[in-house]
């Protein structure tokens, strides 16, 4: 009786051989199996494949079967340029470290549907981080390396002095884990912060809120329900210390690229995609009646979102949405898919939007990315390139007032100070040593 030797090519069953002793069954198809593109062999007998389709067969069909593991694909640690000098444990927890975490164990984060304000404040998290391969030893030796370069330790000592870091943040999650905190899932928000605020120290408070919040997050495996979460915790919130820890959350969640994608939805196209951001992110973004949406849904989502953000306490997430809008204003992507007319037409809606008579919002960094964008304009590189592309951008900004709040933020910026000092400089000079343009800077009625 002969039987018929399947194999797996990607997702598609095929008869690779046929055998007629059954006795040689196992070592023929271990010898497919072992083959390049096969993942998979199934042994049915001839008669079966008279009456069946290869695809209609069921388990008890089936002479053999042997499938091999899924490979699971290697994460490695993403790449850094920069990274804060922490000085003590608790600094890894601020900010500009959670940034760079989030930067160093993106995929890892990712592949679990967890943030890193859950792994770091989770003695369990923590744990399986340390036993993913050589992440945290990767992260930690590219950090050092940076923080060595800026200060006065060697490299190995930094990376002593972080692995002891670490192993004290791992010991506060794991006593955290001890303690009898109360549990949001048990009796609300507002009223868990309530009780921890009546038992926790001055000292404790911030620690252990991020401790209760973790908790529960952690057990909503997508960054689209742990955002409706806090949202839903944040809305009718009036406590500051509850929002300044929710506000790390919620940025941690929107360091996330699908998160973001599902908040601006369909675009027009990528200049309307992040002058969206920049408005989300600002709280002034334009959203229907939150009373006649669907609660829950990605546009009551966004509108409750858009509410918060307009909080000061959420200047972390704040922080996300514009750095986010800047990385994609530098870029090389198009603005617009009219052509020419419209690159413009976007960007100037860009300089509108971030350059008032004020300020340049993202300083700096909004400055630097404004600069390269129009360096993609005018098409030209080089050191020429950004001094044609500030020539071109001032007189477009019209205003003295906003000609000199551009011109001041790219003075502080690190490509002013590595190429374009002098040149910043002289254009500082010229618009100020015009009386017109000091009396348009100044209000009329000083």
Known sequence: MPFEILALHGETWQIEATVNQKSEIEEIAAQILGESGVSGVRVVQDSILIEKSINDLEEEDFVFEKIKEAVQEKIFVGEID???????????LKPDALKTLNRLFRKYLDKNDITAMEVLHNGKEIKRL??????VPS???????????????????????????MQEITNKANQAEGKSLPAIKNTGFTEAISSLKKTASKEELEYSLN??????????????????????WASDLEDKEAEAALDLFVADILANNMVIQDLLGDQLDLGSAVIEMLDLGAGSLETGDIEELQEEGMEWTKAKLNQIMARPTFKVSQLILLERAEQQIAG?????????????????????RVITKNEVLGGAQMAEALTERQTRLINKGGLTGLKEAINTLIPSL????????????MATSKMAEEKLEEFIQEHIETLLIKPSSINNMVSSDL
Do not use: H
């Not at 920069?82 to 890894?92: F, G, I, T």
């Not at 090389?332 to 509108?352: H, V, Y």
């Open 82 to 92: 920069s990274a804060p000098d922490c000085k003590v444990p608790e600094d890894l």
């Open 130 to 135: 340390n036993d993913a391969d050589t992440l």
């Open 139 to 165: 992260a930690i030796g590219k950090v050092a390396k940076i923080q060595s370069e800026n200060g006065d330790a060697s490299s190995n000592e930094r990376r002593d002095i972080l692995f002891e870091f």
């Open 211 to 232: 401790v209760i919040i973790a908790k529960e997050l952690i057990d909503t495996r997508s960054y689209w329900g742990k955002l409706l979460q806090t949202v839903r």
């Open 332 to 352: 090389s992507g198009n603005l617009s898919k009219e052509g020419e007319t419209g690159e413009q037409e976007r960007f100037k809606a860009i300089l509108d």
């Open 398 to 409: 019209k205003s003295p007032a906003r000609k000199i709040a551009f011109l001041l933020s």
